[in-house]
């Protein structure tokens, strides 16, 4: 098995540094939809002008680089061990060049280990054995102030009138937008999972949100219901950095998990504008990016 480990130190700078293309298209676009000498323009034409020098320079996008969350996908045969090995060698070595801030705190101390590792889940890594021979890893910067906003409900809700079904799960997922207002620096895009336990819905939650913006859930009840979530979260008024305006979430993914029949979660991750997420692909020595 190769070393890998320099392959994952770019896997981190590209994710850190150049913000995906749908991401930035989407900013761009709802720049467009704003009107002219809005706080909500002011805003974007930031966060544009950031995303370009970043890229340029090849420097961090935002100052927290977040938790990075490593997807490994790998052919039977590969050692998780080794794999895990030298994703954490690349954190270090990535954070010793500033693609990433040390952010790995003590949970009761506060104490920075100084280069973004932590026992036994920092940096956190899943892993899944495939069928084929194609590795794929993807890595999500995960940051702190969108992810202090995400939610959990357990249906049925009296209070927000939510019950155990999709009106039920829109009415939740909008109570979190609202309860948010633009704290995860908005706009951002909404991952939401309904079902599994409390810990499977909020992982799913998170996962789904590495899907291109224009990949729309396959079950067309919910991809509906995505679609219907983007516009009345943009409804709302919140707007970019929540300034007020027309764009609060720029897109919105659902994916659902077999339950129990005693139990019916809702798990709403919340990711900011800075979307950060790239892809790696081994196949037999040859590494791609996208
Ligand atoms: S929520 Fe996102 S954009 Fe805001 S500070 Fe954190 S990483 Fe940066």
């Not at 790998?74 to 895990?84: A, M, Q, V, Y």
């Not at 209070?159 to 620096?185: F, H, S």
């Not at 908005?186 to 499977?200: E, H, T, W």
């Amino acid at each position: 098995m190769q070393d890998l480990t320099e392959a994952f130190v770019e896997l981190i700078r590209r994710t850190s540094t150049d913000l995906p293309e749908d991401v930035e298209k989407s900013l761009e676009a709802a720049r467009e939809r704003e009107a002219n000498g809005s706080a909500a323009v002011g805003a974007l034409d930031a966060i544009l002008s950031n995303i370009a020098l970043a890229r340029r320079e090849s420097l961090p996008i935002c100052q927290d680089t977040g938790t990075p969350i490593f997807y490994v996908k790998h052919p039977e045969g590969w050692s998780t061990r080794r794999l895990r090995e030298q994703i954490r060698s690349a954190v270090v070595e990535a954070t010793k060049q500033s693609y990433l801030r040390p952010n790995a705190v003590d949970a009761i101390t506060d104490k920075n280990s100084g280069n973004n590792l932590g026992d036994p889940a920092f940096p956190t890594i899943h892993f899944e054995e495939i069928e084929g021979e194609e590795l794929t890893v993807d890595l999500m910067l995960k940051g702190g102030g969108c992810e202090n906003v995400g939610a959990q409900y357990s249906l049925p809700n009296g209070e927000l009138g939510a019950g155990r079904d999709l009106d039920g799960v829109r009415k939740v997922a909008l109570d979190a937008v609202q309860k948010a207002q633009g704290q995860g620096c908005a706009p951002g895009f909404l991952g939401v999972a309904i079902g599994g336990d409390r810990g499977s819905s909020f992982d799913a939650s998170k996962e789904v949100l590495l899907k291109q913006i224009e990949e729309s859930s396959p079950d067309q009840e919910l991809a509906d219901l995505e679609t219907r979530l983007t516009e009345e979260s943009n409804q709302l008024g919140i707007g970019p950095m929540g300034f007020g305006g027309k764009t609060t979430v720029l897109g919105s993914k659902i994916t659902g998990l077999h339950r129990l029949p005693a139990s019916f979660f809702v798990s709403v991750s919340y990711m900011c504008w800075a979307n950060r997420h790239r892809r790696m692909t081994v196949q037999g020595d040859s590494v791609s990016y996208s």
